[in-house]
């Protein structure tokens, strides 16, 4: 099986809805004799940040010399960016072989997509011998397909609306989802500020017998003269979170005090507040409420080169309508688009915009160019610098066709 091949095998069993059951993963790992059960690990979920809390964790564990393992989700161009080791993405050969070995195994039991990578993943992270693995939740928690391990310490970094045709509309609900990866005589910690989640979280932890509950206040100032390898004035909720989660692991991974550690200043994460080409683009994956909220600040952090134009690029299953309010007074023009990866049924149409274009001034209107290269040429025309936001789709389609930006995977 070629690459090609395993990626339109996977890739075709991402429609339909969600099963929600751990059973077709952990069919998968049985199948593979179970490699999640070859190293130890991480476990972080919640709503925003998740991805940069696991950057600044295997920052810190491979700075100590070990070798580590990440898993995240959604990828940004290729399939082989979910899994790295060092740093290092599972090659294309491998990733076919896993597929090729596990393909009746996943028809048996109709898993889905990410059911199969999550399998895939954790047997390429024992294959390359990791000493631990810093695992992402992909969606929700309780019955992610992450949710097959028993980690050294799990977290939720906050609580926020997102995938509410799933996880619904309530955030006590989607708290206690994403609490679901607490597990017996594991450490829990939480970066969630609003005590009323906090208490569901920290009562759903108590409940499924986790030990400790770390409550991590995630209002503290900056460490002045510290560098984080990632940009924006957020990023600093993120750090006290995985400092915290460190804290909590047993030796050799763990603890490293309570000062933010060096190694932070070498994270690096793909598509979050991502300056590039000299500081003329911005690429930030922000796609819900909670997520613009925290780019508009890193901008008026960073404060970028002005004319300042924006390329965004929602699904229309998110909030796009608070989302583009909050940022349309930031930026001085909006090309609006759809992404080429997005799927059918998730793609703006013009009509749905309705007043959103031509008729909305912020320096110049709001356009909705739906050829999205067309839109990417657009949205270049005067800009001294230019913004690309909206989903991990529109950054990700907009890497893959800028030369020399497209990660490596």
Aim: hydrophobic share 45%.
């Amino acid at each position: 099986m070629s690459f090609a091949d395993a990626c339109r095998f996977l890739f075709s069993r991402q429609a339909g809805r969600i099963k929600w059951s751990l059973g077709p993963t952990a069919a998968l790992l049985d199948a593979l004799h179970h490699p999640e059960r070859h190293f130890p690990s991480v476990h972080v979920g919640g709503t925003n940040g998740k991805g940069s809390t696991c950057a600044f964790i295997a920052a810190e564990l491979q700075g100590r010399g070990l070798r580590v393992g990440v898993y995240t989700s959604p990828h940004l161009v290729s399939v082989c960016e979910r899994m790295t080791v060092d740093g290092r993405p599972i090659s294309q050969d491998a990733f076919a072989e896993w597929t090729s070995l596990l393909m009746p195994h996943i028809e048996r039991t109709e898993a889905s997509f990410f059911e199969a990578t999550t399998a895939i993943a954790f047997a390429d992270l024992a294959a390359r011998g990791v000493d631990i693995a810093v695992i992402e939740v992909g969606l929700g928690g309780r019955l992610d397909s992450t949710n097959v391990v028993t980690p050294l310490a799990s977290a939720v970094t906050k609580i926020a609306l997102e995938h509410t045709d799933y996880l619904g509309h309530d955030l006590q609900g989607i708290a206690r989802e994403k609490a679901g990866i607490a597990k017996p005589g594991v450490p829990f910690i939480t970066g969630e500020g609003d005590p009323e989640i906090r208490d569901v979280l920290r009562h759903e932890a108590q409940a499924r017998g986790a030990d400790p509950i770390v409550l991590v206040d995630v209002t503290r100032a900056p460490v002045p003269g510290t560098l984080l390898g990632l940009r924006g004035p957020h990023q600093w909720a993120n750090a006290w979170v995985a400092l915290a989660v460190l804290n909590a692991l047993p030796a050799p991974f763990g603890p490293v005090g309570d000062a933010i550690p060096p190694s932070f200043a070498a994270a690096d994460l793909a598509g979050r507040f991502d300056v590039r080409g000299g500081g003329r683009w911005i690429f930030d994956v922000a796609h819900n409420p909670d997520g613009i909220q925290v780019l508009v600040a890193a901008l008026q952090e960073h404060r970028p080169r002005r004319p300042l134009h924006a390329l965004v690029g929602i699904r229309n299953d998110k909030e796009w309508r608070p989302m583009l309010a909050r940022l349309l007074p930031e930026v001085d023009r909006v090309v609006l688009t759809v992404a080429p990866t997005v799927p059918g049924h998730q793609r703006w149409i013009e009509e749905e915009l309705g007043g959103w274009t031509n008729d909305r001034v912020i320096g110049q209107p709001v356009v909705f160019e739906p050829d999205f290269l067309r839109a990417l040429e657009l949205v270049q025309e005067g800009a001294a610098t230019t913004l690309v936001t909206g989903s991990f789709h529109t950054v990700g389609d907009a890497l893959a066709a800028l030369p020399g930006f497209a990660p490596v995977g």
